[in-house]
């Protein structure tokens, strides 16, 4: 029998995977870890939320198939969003659709408008989606720089320039995840011009849209002038509203790449759980109080963690946005690299980390340190820091 699946060719060993096995093994001897691993938020969603999930869910009718691009009325409570906070007109039928979490949309869109050879561009270091959701599809990959510079337009350029075959997609996604580079409205405005010049599709990830430390809120690609004509971008409820497992996200955008992506989910997928469907039309819809709570909880974290590992000497740089640090190895640990760093945090500090060589070839010497432990395991985490650095 033939073995050797071409999709699973394609994809290399996933580089979390040791660590993540490291720490199941020191949880399992009992050793105490602070996990700041995985983007996983620990807080729960609004209690008006769960209470709409119940509600929905005790009633004999809610248990049958869903619809593909979401209940119109969860479309229409994006739609609602997306007007008041980044003052972006929407039509609920042509120009949203409902995913099962922003990672499913973006893979399934991927599978939509990608063929075999095909170029995407995408920023590396980056989420592993973003790449590999098109690697999946066949595609080839070319990098360009995550932070959103000048050097960003140059390399666009000359990958527009040189690359055989032309490339057809960029994915961007700001604030970054690892990196929690941010990106302003004049960065979106140029990538449109771009994009319309050279005949481009852009891929927005705005993940996390509510999680910003500064005065001015996060743009959306969508508000500039003609963005419709070649993006489409993608949203959470994971982060905003703290219900990364009820897996609820949307796409948004040109009409075109909305509907590619809803022919392919119409043969995959009956779309998500109707009662997790209406839970999520009464987060977009009701009190937004929980969205500012999250904000200025996560920026606390921040603050404590730069603060309290500074003190144990190591000096990770301040986040702007996101709920992650994207933290320079220290300097007597970088030659061994990213993943030995990572292990030796886990093993002799008791802090777990994600290496940041899993997010690309340009993440080898840092790590991602995700802010979802509280101020005092954050300490905790800092003692073990400086017990490491200290040691020979």
Known sequence: MDTDFYRIRRLPPYVFAEVNAMKAAARARGEDIVDLGMGNPDGAPPRHVVAKLAEVAASPSAHGYSASRGIPGLRKAQAAYYERRFGVTLDPDKEI????????????????????????????????????????????IR?????????????????MRYTVPRPKVLVIGYPSNPTAYVADKPFYERLVAFAREHGIWIISDLAYAEIYFGEEPTPSILAVEGAKDVAVEFTSMSKTYSM?????????????????????????????????QAAAVAALNGPQDCVAANRALYKKRRDVLVESFGRAGWD??????????????????RAAG???????????????????VGFGEEG??????????????LRQAARGVKKLLASR
Request: charged residues 15%.
């Open 244 to 276: 990364a497992g009820w897996r609820i996200g949307f796409a948004v955008g040109n009409p075109i790449l909305i509907e590619a992506l809803a022919r392919v989910k119409s043969y995959l997928d009956y779309g998500a759980f109707t009662p997790v």
């Open 143 to 159: 990098s360009i720089p995550a932070a959103p510079g000048e050097d960003f337009f140059e390399r666009l350029r000359l990958a």
């Open 97 to 140: 659709i409902v995913t099962l979490g922003s990672k499913e949309g973006l893979a399934n869109l991927a599978q939509a408008i990608t063929a075999p050879g095909d170029v995407v561009l995408a920023p590396n270091p980056s989420y592993p989606i973003h790449s590999f959701g098109f690697i999946i599809a066949g595609a080839a």
């Open 338 to 356: 990213s993943m030995a760093f990572a292990k030796d945090l886990l093993t002799k500090a008791g802090v777990a980390v994600a290496p940041g």
């Open 364 to 377: 080898e010497g840092f790590v991602r340190i995700a802010l979802v432990e509280n101020e005092q395991r």
């Open 316 to 333: 990770i740089p301040v986040p702007q946005a996101s709920m992650f640090a994207w933290a320079p190895i220290p300097d007597r640990f």
